[in-house]
């Protein structure tokens, strides 16, 4: 197991200045200022802690309860431990830093890294998901976790879609945002024209009784499909449905919808299977 670099620094001031990367958590402005202008991110619990130590994100540091080092161990284990520096607080001091108490023990801050290009994310990808105007950062995490289970193999988001690396979004998604090669498409909705014209079966997921049930999709080997999803609530635009095939998951009439990450891991799973 890889060791730690030191014995932690124990931490009993939340203005202490070595740990003002995790004050206000739940202050979004705040943080927006904050994680651009420094260029990091916040990873949430001692699972989402391993996932974003074994991906592209470099860790910076790591603020824990006590009880969770033996955790924080695990997750950096085959790391190098020895970059990343470790702080030790009570929940007091966690609760009063952050803004909120802490339950699963573990924050840390790691670099965002240069932006990934959308035609890498394509590139040796065979099923993607495309979001439109998703600003709810969990839906966002729940559907990058069911993404990475059934093997969707990337993210693609329009310029209004929440960030992949707000705290909220990664917590949720235990970490698999950070495993998950996801991009910027622009220009929007043009790019979507563009995916198609690349070779691309683009089908964006509707509740509309007209479009062509999901179940009636037929893929071959070597069928590269990019599935749609639209917010909560307006769904896809109007713009972004007229640049793709129409498919809908049947539901019990009466009903209005399904939320959209459930509705995108069932029809990921249609699509997969």
């Known amino acids: 197991m890889a060791p730690m670099p030191h014995v932690p620094d124990q931490v009993n001031d939340p203005g202490d200045p070595r ?10 402005q705040l943080r927006a200022g904050y994680e651009a202008a420094h260029g990091l991110f916040v990873v949430e619990g001692h699972t989402a802690l391993g996932r974003a130590a074994r991906s592209r994100h470099r860790l910076r540091s790591v603020l824990c309860l006590p009880g969770r080092l033996a955790a924080v161990r695990t997750a950096l284990d085959g790391t190098d431990a020895a970059a990343v520096a470790v702080y030790v607080a009570e929940r007091t001091v966690l609760a009063a830093t952050a803004g909120f108490d802490v339950h699963r023990g573990v924050l840390a801050l790691a670099e965002r890294g240069e932006p990934v290009d959308a035609g890498a994310v394509m590139g040796t990808a065979h099923t993607l998901l495309v979001l439109e105007g998703l600003s709810d950062q969990e839906n966002l995490g729940a559907i990058a976790r069911s993404a990475r289970a059934l093997g969707v193999d990337g ?15 990664v917590r949720v998604s235990m970490g698999e945002l950070l495993q998950l090669p996801w991009a910027r498409l622009t220009p929007w909705p043009d790019a979507l024209t563009a995916l198609a014209d690349g070779g ?11 479009a062509v049930d999901i179940r009636s999709v037929r893929r071959v080997p070597g069928d590269r499909i990019a599935l749609l999803l639209g917010a909560e609530g307006p769904g896809l635009t109007a713009a972004a449905m007229a640049r793709a ?3 809908r998951i049947p539901i019990t009439a009466g009903v209005d919808s399904l939320n959209v990450g459930h509705a995108a891991a069932i029809a990921a799973w249609q699509l997969l299977a």
Not at 155 to 169: I, S
Not at 205 to 210: G, S
């Open 19 to 28: 740990i003002a990367g995790y004050v206000g958590l739940t202050d979004a």
């Open 155 to 169: 993210l693609l988001l329009d310029p209004t879609t929440a960030d992949p690396l707000g705290r909220r979004a």
């Open 200 to 210: 691309w079966r683009v089908l964006a997921l509707t509740p509309a009784p007209d």
């Open 245 to 247: 095939e129409r498919v």
